[in-house]
C-alpha cells in the first residue's frame, strides 16, 4: 500500500471519527430529558432550541451522507486504480471528461444547498418572526461586564444573574419574550437548552424568546467575547412550576427586610461606596451600576455564578473581589473586619 493511499486513509478515519464524537449527544440524552444544570443543544427544553436541534441534526444526516459517499468513492478509486507491479510504471490510459458526470456533481450540489438552505431559512423565520401572544412574560436582559441585569417590566421587579421564568404548559402556552441591551459592549446571551445565542449589542435593542416545556435549572454563558471576565460571565435559568413562579413574583415585589439586629451593617454600607453602585428597595441605596441586592440571599450564586452564594465566600467577594474574579470591576471596599463582618450580616438578612 502506497504512502499517499495510507494518509488517505488516515485522514478519512479521523473524519468518520470526529462525526462520530460530535454525533454522540443524539443518543446519550435521557429519554425523560434533563432536570436541568444541562449545556447540551440536543437535549431541548422548548420550541426554540428543539427547531436548531431538528436543523442540526438534518445538516449533520445530509454532510454525514455526503461524507460516506465521497469516502467510498475515494476509497474504491485508490484500492481500484492503484499502481501495481505489472504497470511497469507506465501512466494510465487518461479519461478527458463526461458530460453526464459533469453535470451530476453541478446540480447536485447545488440542489443540496438549496435544500439546506431553505430549511434553515424556514428555521429562522419560525423564531425571529413569532409573534408575542398577550399572556407572554416579558423580560428585559441587559449585560453588564461582567453580569446579568434582569428587569421585568409588568412586574415591577429587577434582579441580576439568575433568571426566573415560568414553565410553559402546551395546553397554556406562557413564552418568554426577552429584549436584549447592553450598557458596554458586545455581549451574547446563549442558554443552549432553551433558545439560540442572540448578542447584545450597544444601541441596537435585540429579541429573542423561549417556552420551556420543563422545570429546571439551565445553565447559559455570555458568548461572545466581552472583556477580561468573560468567561464567568454565567446565568442561571430558573424555570418555575406557574404556582412557584407567582411566589417568586410576590417575594421579589417585597423591599428589603428591616432587621434592627445588623443596622450597623446597613450604616456601614450606606456611608461607603457601596450604595453609589448597588441598590436596596426601601433604602437610600439606589445605584445602577451594579446588581441590585434587594433579594441578594435568594440567589444560589454571587458574581455571576462565578461562586456559591455561602457565608465565606460572601465575605470574600466584599473584602477581595479578585480573589474570586479577577478583573471584576467590584473594588475591594478595604473595610476593616468589624464592618466587613457587620455589612456580610446585612447582607445575609436581604432574602
Request: aromatic content about 8%; charged content about 15%.
Amino acid at each position: 500500500m502506497t504512502r499517499r493511499m495510507k494518509s488517505s486513509l488516515e485522514c478519512g478515519w479521523q473524519i468518520a471519527l470526529l462525526l462520530f464524537w460530535s454525533a454522540g449527544p443524539l443518543w446519550a440524552v435521557e429519554p425523560g430529558g434533563s432536570t436541568g444544570q444541562g449545556t447540551s443543544i440536543f437535549a431541548p427544553a422548548s420550541t426554540p432550541a428543539k427547531s436548531i436541534a431538528d436543523v442540526s441534526v438534518f445538516v449533520l444526516v445530509i454532510t454525514g451522507i455526503i461524507f460516506l459517499v465521497v469516502f467510498a468513492l475515494l476509497l474504491y478509486s485508490v484500492v481500484r486504480f492503484r499502481g501495481r507491479a505489472a504497470d511497469g510504471g507506465r501512466e494510465p490510459a487518461q479519461v478527458y471528461g463526461s458530460m453526464q458526470i459533469e453535470l451530476a456533481w453541478t446540480i447536485i450540489p447545488i440542489l443540496i444547498v438549496v435544500v439546506l438552505f431553505l430549511a434553515t431559512a424556514r428555521v429562522i423565520h419560525a423564531i425571529q418572526d413569532a409573534p408575542e401572544p398577550a399572556g407572554a412574560l416579558d423580560v428585559i436582559a441587559i449585560g453588564h461586564q461582567y453580569w446579568w441585569e434582569f428587569r421585568y417590566p409588568k412586574l415591577g421587579i429587577v434582579t441580576a444573574n439568575e433568571l426566573h421564568i415560568p414553565v410553559s404548559d402546551p395546553d397554556h402556552p406562557t413564552p418568554t419574550f426577552l429584549q436584549l441591551l447592553s450598557v458596554d459592549t458586545d455581549h451574547s446571551f446563549w442558554v443552549p437548552e432553551l433558545a439560540g445565542k442572540t448578542d447584545l449589542i450597544p444601541n441596537h435593542p435585540n429579541r429573542m424568546w423561549m417556552d420551556p416545556q420543563r422545570t429546571g435549572v439551565f445553565m447559559g454563558q455570555c458568548a461572545q467575547y466581552c472583556g477580561t471576565q468573560h468567561a464567568k460571565m454565567l446565568l442561571r435559568v430558573s424555570v418555575d412550576r406557574a404556582e412557584d413562579f407567582g411566589a417568586w413574583v410576590h417575594a421579589q415585589q417585597k423591599p428589603a427586610v428591616e432587621d434592627a439586629g445588623v443596622i450597623a451593617g446597613r450604616q456601614v454600607f450606606e456611608r461607603n461606596a457601596c450604595m453609589n453602585c448597588h441598590a436596596v428597595g426601601g433604602t437610600p441605596a439606589d445605584g445602577r451600576f451594579g446588581p441590585d441586592l434587594t433579594h441578594l440571599m435568594s440567589r444560589a450564586t454571587i458574581a455571576a455564578g462565578a461562586a456559591e452564594n455561602t457565608h465565606d465566600k460572601l465575605r470574600l467577594w466584599i473584602q477581595n473581589p479578585s480573589a474570586i474574579k479577577p478583573g471584576s470591576l467590584m473594588p475591594a471596599m478595604k473595610l476593616s473586619d468589624a464592618d466587613l463582618d457587620a455589612v456580610v450580616s446585612y447582607m445575609e438578612t436581604l432574602h
